[in-house]
């Protein structure tokens, strides 16, 4: 098996029919990971490296901590730079906003999965460090 090169591709649907597909790569260098949401129309996607994609996962579990309490927002500059925003109304999403571009919003039924494929992501990623 060839250690600079990884494929992974999962699609996430919650109880409700949403759905989340996400795709990780990694090539010589770099790893990214594209978010897609084909259950809305324009199916809105992004791309995130692999420091977003971590952070990511780190916005999920503190979204899901906070209850119904507020989160501030998470910026990240770069060359994938976004937003993490948590919104409450009129469902708990997480939206990833980008400099250009709709918003992707991960509804809070996604979450859990979501979180679970980028543990498992990241962890592919570190190793082939």
């Known amino acids: 098996m060839r250690h600079d090169i990884f494929s992974r591709s999962r699609e996430i649907i919650d109880a409700f029919g949403l759905r989340l597909q996400l795709r990780a790569e990694r ?11 084909p259950d809305l ?5 992004l791309t995130l490296d692999q420091y977003g994609a971590d952070v990511l996962a780190g916005f999920v579990m503190s979204a899901r901590l906070a209850g119904k309490g507020d989160l501030p927002d ?3 500059a770069g060359p994938h730079g976004i937003v993490l925003r948590l919104v409450r109304d009129p469902v708990s999403a997480i ?10 919003a991960i509804p809070s039924g996604l ?6 494929e980028l543990c498992i992501i990241l962890a592919h990623g570190r190793s082939m460090r």
């Open 95 to 104: 939206l990833v906003e980008k400099p250009s571009g709709p918003a992707l």
């Open 111 to 116: 979450w859990d999965r979501l979180f679970a």
């Open 41 to 45: 129309s324009g199916r809105p996607h």
């Open 74 to 76: 998470e910026r990240l």
């Open 27 to 37: 090539h010589p260098g770099a790893m990214s990971v594209t978010f897609a949401r």
